[in-house]
């Protein structure tokens, strides 16, 4: 229960506490359901006026949904910028040009299915524009050698500096547990919110979620699930607030006939678009499109994996 007494309203202690006595919670606030009727003073009633919308204003910005008009929607759909996967397969055949701006894609895939691969492209390629990333590794997976090896590809063998300059554009995070994660990006939101000056953030990369949060659903931990929400709900909110692509990785579950992507009904509506990605052969693999709000769902492409990243599996000249 979020309670009204410990929100950070921009209140005085007189106003903070007439708020909490009437409101007990956000959500008493929501259904109308007042605690106690305050007596109304003389020269106050401004006051308790400028309190309530403080409180309406930050559960429009933080707990309910923004509205939006249909017309205004599509207006955002065809201005939202597009950033390539730097795979020609993925993002002609089946992505319609890349990864859009304000949404969260999820990754979701086996073991050695080419996950962490794409993350690390999609970070080279968007560094390679000179643009910042948000590289967020919880399992020790990032490879500096992997990205050189991916950069050189990318840029068609530039020199060491352009790789130098290139790295600089990457901040590079490890967190070992869900309440870091939390905790990183809530002062990543306050430190774009209020720092202007800085670089955009253009990608902002989780790899992986599920090695986090599943031990957190599984153990004895009585507020997982409602980590779990508030998690996808950071993650939304700095891709929609700031116009950056969020990309994260899932892991799958489930038997033979019944595979699905982990962390289970709450978090299956979190993500704008999900990549399945299967392994076919050593290094083939096949990415199937399961789930996207601006496409039809169910199409697939194949590609290649190999150490300098991602590429369509009838690109000519390339080592395996």
């Known amino acids: 229960m979020l309670r009204v007494s410990q929100l950070p309203l921009q ?37 308790q006026e400028q309190a309530h919308e403080a409180l309406l204003d930050y559960v429009r910005c933080n707990v309910a949904p923004a509205m939006h008009t249909g017309s205004a929607l599509l207006a955002a759909l065809r201005n939202t910028r597009l950033l390539p996967t730097g795979c020609e397969s993925l993002d002609k055949s089946l992505l319609r040009g890349g990864l859009r701006e304000a949404h969260h894609t999820e990754l979701a895939g086996e073991s050695g299915s080419g996950k962490t691969q794409l993350c690390m492209q999609m970070a080279a390629q968007t560094a390679l524009r000179r643009e910042r990333v948000i590289y967020i590794d919880t399992d020790g997976s990032f490879s500096g050698k992997r990205f050189a090896a991916m950069h050189e590809r990318l840029a068609g063998g530039a020199p060491e500096a352009d790789l130098v300059a290139a790295l600089r554009c990457v901040d ?12 990183l990006l809530s002062a990543l939101h306050t430190q774009l919110q209020e720092d202007q000056s800085q670089q955009q953030v253009s990608l902002l990369v989780i790899d992986s979620l599920s090695f986090l949060v599943a031990p957190m659903l599984s153990s004895a931990e009585a507020n997982g699930h409602a980590l779990m929400v508030r998690l996808g709900h950071l993650v939304k909110q700095l891709a929609q607030r700031f116009s950056l692509v969020a990309l994260t990785t899932n892991h799958l579950v489930g038997g033979y006939e019944d595979v699905r992507p982990a962390l289970g009904e709450s978090w299956k509506a979190q993500a704008n678009l999900r990549l399945v990605l299967t392994c076919k052969g050593p290094t083939l693999r096949k990415a199937t499109l399961a789930a996207c709000s601006t496409a039809p769902c169910g199409g697939s492409v194949m590609f290649d994996i190999f150490v300098g990243g991602l590429v369509s599996n009838n690109a000519p000249g390339i080592g395996r």
């Open 11 to 47: 209140l005085d202690d007189q106003q903070q506490a007439e708020l909490s006595q009437q409101y007990q919670a956000v959500e008493d606030f929501v259904k109308g359901r007042p605690r106690s009727q305050l007596p109304a003073r003389r020269f106050e009633d401004l006051r």
């Open 172 to 183: 590079l995070f490890r967190v070992h547990d869900l309440h870091s994660l939390l905790q």
